[in-house]
């Protein structure tokens, strides 16, 4: 399975844009890249999934170079209640290995 | 709320004792997976099963630990004579067998404490 490396913490104010960097050197070709997001006492939510270029949902878009060796998580305009913990994954479609993920804290 | 659910919500046991954790995953879902998480980190994937095999298990899951999903539906989780180690938060996730899909529904987890 894929090693995935992103930062241990992010600040950041509300309304601004966030952008998330994971690297995943190792992925294969079979790997989907999937975030979930945490919050305290409770289980991880799915955000999004990619495979390659960009993927957008309601919630964020997911950029992923040609090379796949990276993605970036784009949260726009966060608010108080996006504070939480971001995991990035590169695995395939049966288990998942997570990290130890970013801490986002969102400040008035 | 049609979510994962998980019972109890927790635990607190004394060494040497065995526990027991239930999930009920997502009716129509057909995939269940245990995962333990301990305070930061991100959870450690345990075993899943499909329907009622159980086709994966991590080599965390050491000899104490046994899960079982008896006609495919709900799954337990035992833990036999608990250690101190074990102390941690065992979360349950379902999802249904979408192939290019990596989207796991999580419960709120069992947190245990072994004293």
């Known amino acids: 399975l894929a090693k995935t490396t992103q930062p241990i913490s992010m600040d950041s104010y509300e309304g601004q844009e966030v952008n998330i960097t994971c690297s995943h050197n190792n992925i294969a070709t079979n790997d989907y890249i999937t975030w979930y997001q945490q919050f305290p006492s409770q289980g991880p939510r799915f955000i999004i999934q990619g495979y390659k270029t960009k993927v957008t949902n309601e919630v964020a878009s997911l950029f992923i170079p040609a090379d796949r060796k990276s993605s970036t998580l784009s949260l726009p305009r966060v608010s108080l209640s996006d504070t939480a913990v971001y995991y990035c994954?590169?695995?395939?479609?049966?288990?998942?290995?997570f990290g130890k993920g970013t801490m986002l804290l969102v400040s008035p | 709320d049609t979510g994962v659910s998980q019972d109890p919500r927790h635990k607190i046991t004394k060494r040497g004792q065995n526990v027991t954790f239930r999930c009920d995953p997502i009716?129509?879902?057909?995939?269940l997976y245990w995962y333990r998480q301990t305070l930061g980190q991100g959870p450690e994937f345990l075993t899943y099963?499909?329907?009622?095999?159980?086709?994966?298990k991590s080599r965390l899951l050491s000899d104490r630990f046994s899960a079982e999903r008896p006609k495919g539906s709900f799954s337990t989780l035992e833990i036999q004579r608990t250690e101190q180690g074990d102390s941690a938060m065992y979360l349950c996730?379902?999802?249904?067998?979408?192939?290019?899909?990596?989207?796991?529904?999580f419960g709120p987890g069992t947190r245990l404490t072994v004293l």
């Open positions: 099963f499909q329907n009622e095999a159980q086709l994966e």
């Open positions: 009716s129509e879902h057909n995939r």
């Open positions: 994954l590169a695995s395939g479609y049966s288990t998942l290995t």
């Open positions: 996730a379902s999802s249904p067998r979408v192939e290019s899909l990596n989207e796991q529904f």
